[in-house]
């Protein structure tokens, strides 16, 4: 570990600084517990959550990713914080087009001008990973390219290796942050960076989306062309829309919102409950609007993955919440994730029971989906139940999704729209039971 911290010592100095610089001192010795005489209530975790931003913006990609996956966890970042992380933008500075040029010929083997007709030097967008540029290949297709930033790789696994440094720091000075498991976190974090990484990843994740929506003409995924894709280079086709975030646009082109906030929430509702496949950040910057209320979902870097049994069993908790049976909730929770042997069960059904109060007992179209999710996950994580990544990724989409939805159309429940979906599931588990029988009957026959 110290060779490791000397070789990084430059870039230790840096993380130093900018922690200082924004507040830092103040987190750790008031609101991690090294000293002060403040109580934790008193904290603002506005102010907590602006600084917590800033500094991640100033380090860079790694640390704004951070910001992200954390922003994914509602069951243990405070509202205030987790409203902050996520206006992080992942904006960075722009990459030089001869940079730009210059991966592009190395990754895909010949000059540009051989690659496309046309390709714009001015990026549409700039990210911290990578920078995205408009094109038009030679057989006229218009083409968004998503070019990585030089040495992005290198950048980040530095960062990682010190990431790994601070997390052993914490549990060392902080006891009470081993409860938190940060070092599984951060290996879960370094997963997902790594397949961000790998842009062809994204282009299967956006292959698999596009399979669930085959033949629906009302929601596109863009298709990818592999011929002009690497691990750093992403070739997918244009679409020719409006970014949700600008409304103006929207209002000015006379579009339906509540069409719009309907079809939306159908089609992220049907990826996490029928396909178990999802986006994993719908946030308005990466779903477009196009002419007759269309939507198109660009960006998949973040997915959510449900195997067959885990999209059962959410499912199950979907369907004991439009059925408000307080006993199957808790055999679905159960069921969600990994229990302790010295859980409390007394205590977990007294709090499912608050739960139920709080979101069951009032009209179907008064109940908020999202934040029944979300407080199910807080409720697991204080009882110390391990809950996939995934299933807390879903929280993340349906708290993004409610937000959508909110500023479409305020009357629009969340929860209503997904009272159908709880029949399909109904007809594939009938499914499953004939062919068990059906296999059992051959077998004992």
């Not at 946030?283 to 960006?299: K, M, Q, T, W, Y």
């Amino acid at each position: 570990m110290l060779e490791q911290t000397l070789r990084h010592f430059r870039r230790y100095q840096e993380i130093v600084s900018v922690f200082i610089r924004n507040g830092f001192g103040f987190i750790l010795f008031e609101h991690l517990g090294f000293g002060g005489n403040r109580a934790s209530a008193e904290v603002d975790l506005v102010q907590l959550g602006q600084r917590i931003r800033q500094a991640l913006g100033e380090l860079g990609p790694t640390f704004m990713k951070i910001g992200q996956f954390a922003s994914t966890r509602p069951d243990i970042i405070p509202k205030p914080i987790l409203k902050e992380l996520e206006q992080l933008q992942d904006r960075a500075p722009l990459i030089r087009f001869e940079n730009v040029r210059r991966t592009v010929e190395q990754e895909l083997g010949a000059p540009i001008t051989e690659l496309f007709r046309e390709f714009s030097p001015l990026p549409l967008a700039a990210a911290s990973i990578g920078q995205v540029h408009y094109a038009v290949l030679h057989t006229g297709e218009p083409v968004v390219v998503k070019v990585q930033r030089p040495n992005i790789s290198t950048v980040i696994q530095t960062d990682l290796e010190i990431m790994q440094d601070i997390v052993t720091l914490i549990e060392q000075r902080l006891p009470k942050a081993k409860d938190y498991a940060l070092h599984g976190m951060l290996k879960e974090f370094s997963g997902w960076l790594e397949k961000e990484l790998d842009y062809t990843t994204e282009g299967k994740n956006a292959e698999k989306m596009a399979q669930g929506f085959e033949g629906d003409p009302l929601v596109i995924v863009p298709c990818i062309f592999w011929k002009f894709t690497t691990r750093r280079v992403l070739t997918m086709a244009y679409i020719d829309g409006v970014k949700l975030n600008d409304r103006q646009k929207i209002t000015a082109l006379h579009y339906n919102k509540k069409i719009i906030a309907a079809r939306i929430s159908k089609a992220l509702l049907q990826q996490i409950i029928r396909d178990g496949f999802f986006h994993g950040d719908p946030h308005p910057g990466n779903i477009f609007v196009l002419s007759g209320e269309r939507i198109a979902f660009v960006d998949f870097g973040i997915v959510g993955n449900l195997t067959p049994l885990m999209k059962r069993r959410f499912a199950n908790l979907i369907s004991s919440l439009t059925r408000r049976d307080t006993k199957s909730m808790v055999k679905a929770m159960l069921q969600l994730g990994v229990v302790p042997q010295n859980v409390d069960l007394d205590r977990l059904r007294l709090d499912l029971d608050g739960i139920r109060r709080k979101h069951l007992d009032v009209p179907i179209a008064q109940t908020a989906l999202p934040e029944l999710v979300n407080d199910l996950l807080s409720m697991a994580f204080n009882h110390r139940i391990e809950i996939p990544s995934d299933f807390i990724l879903i929280g993340k989409s349906l708290l993004t999704l409610q937000g959508i939805v909110h500023e479409l159309d305020p009357s629009m429940s969340v929860a209503e729209l997904a009272k159908p979906f709880r029949f399909q599931f109904i007809k594939e588990h009938f499914l499953i039971i004939k062919w068990v029988q059906k296999i059992c009957k051959k077998k004992f026959n």
